[in-house]
């Protein structure tokens, strides 16, 4: 029962605003994820948070990753490889809640993400498909 | 012998760990989550088991991108609650029943499921907030727990149907295992979310329901969904329900719904589970 690879990865293209953690971009975003996973040790936040871009130094990332690490830009993090467990780590850092961190993704205020949540959260309706706008 | 009596299944959302942890139990927002979990943990108390068979997904904790196993099974005698980044949850660490679990990973191997072998290990909030669901705050777990760690973050993760098989062997694995022990699987994750892009906070109570159902009434769909299923129904999170299926299959075709409870949301997820018996 084996599938095509290539057939497989282009589904996920299909999918609205969504970025699925496929091996091309875990190979893109090696170094922003083992940096998000530095954060994991106090000592490390500790000096991440006195200051940003000097701990980012040692780390080879490309200068557009370290831009959106240091603007917090979680969908652009995403297209540059980042894998939202990994940014969890900074946000964590940051104090935010997933609810908190994810909501800056969603397009919404905090607030409104929180309200849909509540309400039964985003419906699937017209964005399982882009092709087939269902 | 060793046998199999019984399958859980439940979301491992970390928030749930949260809301125990700092007694927030009957806050409004939680309590009618928690309710859901009152029912089982009579139940547990019951059954007694003497080991789980956990299946998790680690979060990035103990696995960073330098070491992807798609199918991992702990084999030291005790893990250590991680530190996710905010500190190591107040739980106690987990003890494992390691001579059966390097039994399970033997067999496993033997019957071509090429297992990755874990000794030094932390577990997160996958693998802790399932057992603070079922077992509330004991100072010690009363139970030993086998940790059995699945990629489902970086893709392609195990096809369904993969699991399904994974746990068919674990069930043989289980039943030559000398020792006289009362086994349970559990498989943990989902049910719908995506906690990324523009769609995040994507839920398909209706997608789930048909899930929970179909876990007795037609394992065998499930067990053939693809993975652009999940990812288009359930949000890009979704896909950890596969995990539900090695706990399925472990379970053999004879089976008995005891008990189940769906409530949306917790944090950004639905929140599912489910009791199944084995009938003898």
């Known amino acids: ?134 | 012998m060793a046998r199999i009596t019984a399958g859980v299944a439940t979301s491992h959302v970390p928030l749930l760990g949260v809301g125990i942890d700092q007694g927030k139990m009957d806050d409004p927002y939680f309590k009618p989550i928690y309710e859901g979990y009152e029912w089982s943990k009579k139940w547990i108390a019951e059954e007694k088991p003497d080991v789980i068979i956990l299946v998790y997904n680690d979060h990035a904790s103990a696995f960073d991108m330098n070491l992807i196993p798609t199918f991992a099974i702990g084999c030291a005698d005790e893990f250590q609650p991680a530190d996710e980044g905010w500190g190591p949850r107040p739980v106690p660490p987990v003890k494992n029943h390691a001579d059966m679990a390097w039994h399970i990973a033997q067999s496993l191997i033997l019957d071509e499921f090429d297992m990755t072998i874990i000794n030094q290990m932390d577990v997160d909030h996958g693998l802790t907030v399932p057992l603070s669901l079922l077992y509330g705050q004991p100072e010690a777990w009363p139970v030993k727990v086998i940790p059995l760690a699945v990629n489902v973050v970086t893709y392609p993760p195990p096809s369904g149907n993969r699991c399904w098989m994974l746990g068919e062997a674990i069930a043989r694995a289980v039943e030559s295992f000398e020792e006289d022990l009362n086994v349970q699987i559990w498989g943990t994750g989902g049910m719908s979310h995506q906690l990324q892009g523009p769609r995040a906070g994507l839920i398909n109570a209706e997608w789930d329901q048909k899930f929970l159902d179909d876990l007795t009434a037609d394992p065998e769909r499930l067990r053939h969904i693809p993975h652009i299923e999940y990812l288009r129904e359930t949000g890009s999170e979704g896909i950890e329900m596969v995990m539900w299926l090695i706990m399925r299959g472990a379970l053999g075709p004879n089976i008995k719904e005891l008990h189940r409870h769906f409530h949306v949301p917790a944090s950004n997820t639905a929140v599912g589970h489910i009791v199944l018996e084995k009938e003898a």
Request: hydrophobic share 40%.
């Open chain 1, 1 to 134: 029962m084996s599938q095509d690879i290539h057939e497989y990865l282009a589904e996920f293209d299909d999918i609205p605003g969504t970025r699925v953690y496929t091996t091309k971009r875990a190979r893109a975003g090696y170094w922003l994820n083992q940096f998000a996973m530095s954060l994991m040790k106090a000592e490390n936040r500790k000096k991440w948070l006195a200051d940003e871009a000097a701990y980012l130094e040692d780390w080879p990332m490309t200068d557009e990753q370290k831009q959106a690490v240091l603007d917090r830009d979680y969908n652009r993090l995403l297209d540059l490889g980042g894998n939202i467990y990994f940014l969890a780590k900074i946000f964590s850092t940051d104090g935010l809640s997933f609810v908190q961190a994810v909501s800056t993704m969603s397009g919404m205020s905090e607030e409104d993400y929180k309200a849909m949540m509540m309400a039964g959260g985003r419906s699937p309706e017209g964005l399982r498909s882009i092709k087939e706008g269902r």
